[in-house]
């Protein structure tokens, strides 16, 4: 974890223990730069991912705000965290259905900007959450970034592997939405009838420099998905 995450992880507590609400304002940075004893730079970051987070909101000349809590049980399409960093005190659990290293099609190679020899490793996998089904996810991982991964490491936090262990800096995601109906296909998996409802969306994660590394495509449960957007001014 970098020291801007860190920091980030302590302010939450901060404002978790004290018990602020909704509109409480924060100390300044340059009072929280000398409560955690690091830079500006820091500081700054760290209350950017808080803010991206939904925790706080940060208003030009006037100060550093609390935000209302998000609502339990709902995922923000904005982070980059993976779902165990969203569903906090809920028990994220993943089934792998396989795990592959292939060729990619065009279209993959082409998002992850891939030589027409490199390969990647393509995992399908359903994401349960509190035991109920969250989605089916289907992804393909640039080899070059995620130079190894098993089932059992598919089984678990797959973000967190790459940063504690292969020490990726994750960065930012592009997502492209569509509301479908489900196929027979993707229905069985999810545990749907046919042509139920669904949101399905393809997301590529990039690192902190802009490479490429993971192009996912997840089709929802209607049921038991919820989403909020922390939108920003």
């Known amino acids: ?97 396989s795990l592959n290293e292939i060729k990619p099609p065009k279209s993959v190679q082409q998002k992850l900007k891939l030589d027409n020899n490199d390969c990647v490793y393509l995992l399908k996998r359903i994401i349960y959450v509190d ?24 089984e678990q936090s797959i973000f967190k592997y790459l940063e504690q262990h292969l020490k990726v800096k994750i960065g930012f995601s592009d997502i492209y939405f569509t509301v479908d109906k489900l196929n027979a296909e993707d229905a069985n998996l999810l545990e749907l009838s046919e042509g139920d409802p669904s949101l399905q969306y393809e997301q590529v994660f990039y690192t902190t420099t802009g490479i490429p590394f993971d192009c996912s495509h997840l089709i929802y449960h209607y049921q038991n998905s919820h989403f909020y957007i922390p939108s920003q001014k």
Do not use: W
């Not at 404002?15 to 820091?42: C, M, W």
């Not at 700054?44 to 706080?56: Q, R, V």
């Not at 035991?131 to 598919?154: D, G, H, M, Q, T």
């Open 131 to 154: 035991e109920k089904i969250l989605c089916y996810e289907e992804s393909y991982f640039n080899k070059n970034i995620v130079l190894f991964l098993n089932e059992s490491i598919a």
């Open 1 to 97: 974890m970098l020291k801007y995450e860190q920091i980030a992880q302590q302010m939450n507590e901060y404002i978790e223990n004290r018990h602020f609400q909704a509109g409480d304002k924060l100390p300044s940075v340059e009072t929280l730069k000398e409560k955690y004893n690091v830079s500006k730079s820091t500081i700054i970051k760290a209350l950017e991912k808080l803010e991206k987070h939904g925790t706080i909101y940060q208003a030009r000349g006037s100060g550093i705000y609390v935000r209302n809590k998000q609502r339990d049980g709902y995922l923000n399409l904005f982070s980059t965290g993976g779902f165990r960093d969203e569903m906090v005190g809920l028990e994220v659990t993943n089934k792998v259905i």
